[in-house]
């Protein structure tokens, strides 16, 4: 396993305030971030990702795993909801995380399948192994050990020399990636963000102490890059989230990030607020009764062409530290619809306790309220742009982005650089 070490990548940070006053200087199109790539109308919803090009750019990007705060503890287990159930992770005896396919070497059953009974116990996605690290396929219970090694099958008169399928990996913090994808070299800028710094959060933290508390999983009818851009567009907070998220952050405050790979968008936490959503009054309510006004309202961040991480304030714990939640998503690509995953990590000790339970059940609530409201500008943006495409105007091209839009522009510019990779890909397989 790579683990995060050094500090590599050059970062670009934009306080908004300086977009908006370069915008009253400029009447024209201003950006924050310059425009490298302007996707076409086909790019954004037609043609092109419908021939499953986009599916191609997910594939060859890095693949997350899930976070070590699902297996903190020896002989715990994961199966990952971010790669659809495919991939097991197991914290062995030893301490060690290992990933397997989630794939039985017998008859290829699932070794771990999820929403079963099993031995009268449904099989829920994080639990324990053996206590000994084995692992055992409920068809007809071959048994591998920690490592993966098929110790006793015993419908066989001899154990037959199998190993399940490891996965290797690598670390980024707690953050868990397929190896060889490049993830630890795109992501490791981000440990030397000034902005996680100012609001106190240590991105991806090594994870012994977080906890997974829900994951949640919705198909969605309209495509990942959508999503995408619709997680780094924060203009549309204010009047989409009019009583939900606006009463949560004062975007007067935004501030963005940038690496070569991913955007951050930093926003401070509202004080006045006027009609509140009972989700977010909820939410609000249990933070300010945990030590008042928190250092941040919100930091979501985007990375590569379809993964988002986001962090929460949780208040302060008994000893006056800033406790924090730690969300992630995948959007899996299907044709021009998506899957979204999301998770919810927060610290074990909050979730030790009812009171915290009803804190991080409340974030959710908040949360999941936002992500439904999102539907609309998603949806909206698809059907607009299905009109242009399927009425000859598909090559009318983006209107102008606008300074609150520099995680969008981001965005674009990277897609243009994965669209010439895969060009480069495929003309060297020709
Ligand atoms: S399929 Fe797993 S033991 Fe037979
Ligand atoms: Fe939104």
Redesign the pocket.
Known sequence: MTYLTELTFFTHRVPWGLSFVLSNLITEEVQIMELTFRPTMEDLCGALFAQDKFGAIVAASPRFLGFAGAISEKTDRYVSAFTDDQHLLVRGTDGQIRCFLNT?R????Q?VPLGHMVNGKMVTRTGKVAPTGAIT?P????TYDEKGTLRTALAFPKTPCLKLHEVPIEMVGGLIFETGRGAYSQLASVMDSPGFKKFGITPFARAAKMALGFSETSEEDFGTVTFMEVFGDTDHVDDIHVSSFHQQVDMSTLELEYGEDWSVQFVGWREKTTTVAPEYQRYRGLVLARGGKPKFGAVWMSYGPNMTFEWYPLGKDESGEDQTAFVTSVCIPNGMKCKIVVEFYFPASLLATEEGWNLAQALRDAYMLTAEEDRYPCISMEKGRRTLVENKHGDEGLGPIGPQEGCVAHYYNLLGRRMKALAQREACNV
């Open positions: 039985c017998h008859r290829n059953a070794l396929c068809l007809h219970r071959l």
